[in-house]
């Protein structure tokens, strides 16, 4: 079942770009200049009428969640939270008939996801699943929703499933930014033409994987690590922190750039290897001064690049060139090579990624 890929894993980090095809089938077109989530379309009058959008998932289909805050505010101009399920459903949160909940599982049985979204219809609100496994818990307890369509996901660490959900997102971003007349059509169409490129775009950085492995070598005895990035790449360097972590037993943290200099800077020393996500054409500089602050106190610098950049390359230790996409776009892209970084580490410090200790596919139990 793994065909020529020694681990699920690294399996369904090469699936993607086919994932990602998947669950765009029949859902969008560029030329055409449409989008229509099924969902979506079938509560419009409700989705459109709603004060706010409120987000909630754990572990990775958390860090999609946080994306799609970034994605709907951005493209749809509509309030959302993101919130942990686990903390909203203990919180006793303000949760009212005009909210649209958003709840993301990969697997639809993830305890504390399920019992948000009882919550959430106790009181009233609309409840949208986005899940990847069919006929799931979640899915079935949902007024409506997306499947990711990502197929079976089996490594315990979360990987197509994540830009799948990343992908339906902004599929429904666009769709509400749409209808809202929030978005001009033009805009619109340019982001559908650049979703519908951006399998080939994933497939060019999976060929970067012999460069990612020969930086893995070089930093597979860290102790720590840290991922910085802002805006849409600060979820993105979350998600590369929580890949790295779960499945190399590595410490790793990952934190929005600017908030470095809030604390974290006082970890970095020659021994720190820090991972930029610097992909970003709005906030350029400033990733090249928080790389600058990492460099000045002896840290090493991975840092993920567009292609063709030169700035930061004359700064970094290493530089591993994406293609470049709209932003908004971006974290299809830029988590690739994270993934495959955690991935070599992992195997080359004797882990069994695609069942790391102490770690479960679903979380059924609380
Ligand atoms: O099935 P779910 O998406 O609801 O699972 C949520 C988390 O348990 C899951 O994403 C977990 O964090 C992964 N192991 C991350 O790789």
């Known amino acids: 079942e793994k065909g020529d890929f020694e681990h699920y894993m690294l399996k369904e980090i090469y699936e993607q770009p086919k994932a990602i095809e998947d669950s765009f089938r029949g859902r969008m077109n560029a030329s055409g200049g449409w989008i229509k989530m099924g969902g979506i379309t079938e509560y419009s009058a409700r989705i459109a009428n709603a004060e706010r959008f409120v987000i909630t998932a754990c572990g990775t289909s958390w860090h999609s969640g946080l994306l799609g805050e970034y994605i709907i505010e951005d493209l749809a101009r509509v309030p959302v939270e993101v919130e942990y399920a686990s903390e909203f459903r203990y919180r006793n949160p303000i949760v009212r008939e005009s909210d649209f909940v958003i ?49 079976p996901e089996i490594g315990v660490a979360s990987t197509k499933a994540f830009s799948t959900q990343v992908s339906i ?82 410490h790793a943290e990952g934190y929005p750039a600017a908030e470095m200099k809030h604390g974290p800077i006082a970890l970095i020393d020659e021994e720190m290897p820090v991972v930029f996500l610097a992909t970003n054409v709005s906030a ?83």
């Open 284 to 366: 350029y500089e400033k990733i090249v001064s928080n790389i600058q602050e990492v460099k000045a106190r002896k840290g090493k610098v991975i840092a993920v690049v567009n292609e063709g950049d030169t700035q930061i390359k004359a700064m970094a230790d290493h530089c591993i060139e994406v293609p470049q996409v709209d932003e908004v776009i971006s974290p299809l892209v830029t988590i690739v090579p994270l993934q495959l970084l955690a991935y070599h580490i992992a195997i080359m410090r004797g882990c069994n990624v695609d069942q790391p200790r102490n770690l479960a596919k679903s979380v059924t139990v609380e």
């Open 103 to 151: 709840a993301i599982s990969q697997s639809g049985e993830t305890a504390d996801t399920l019992a948000a979204i009882e919550l959430a219809k106790e009181r009233q609100a609309l409840v949208y699943g986005i899940c990847n496994v069919i006929g799931s818990s979640i899915a079935r307890a949902t007024h409506a929703g997306s499947y990711t369509h990502a197929g």
């Open 169 to 250: 997102l902004i599929l429904i971003a666009l769709q509400i930014a749409q209808s809202k007349g929030a978005i001009p059509q033009s805009k619109l169409r340019q982001i559908l033409y650049e979703l519908e490129s951006v399998p080939n775009k994933i497939r060019e950085v999976l060929k970067l994987d012999d460069q990612i492995r020969e930086i893995a070598a070089v930093y597979k005895d860290a102790k720590n690590f840290l991922y910085l990035g802002r805006g849409y790449n600060y979820p993105v360097a979350m998600e590369g922190a929580l890949k790295l972590k779960e499945i190399s037993y590595i």
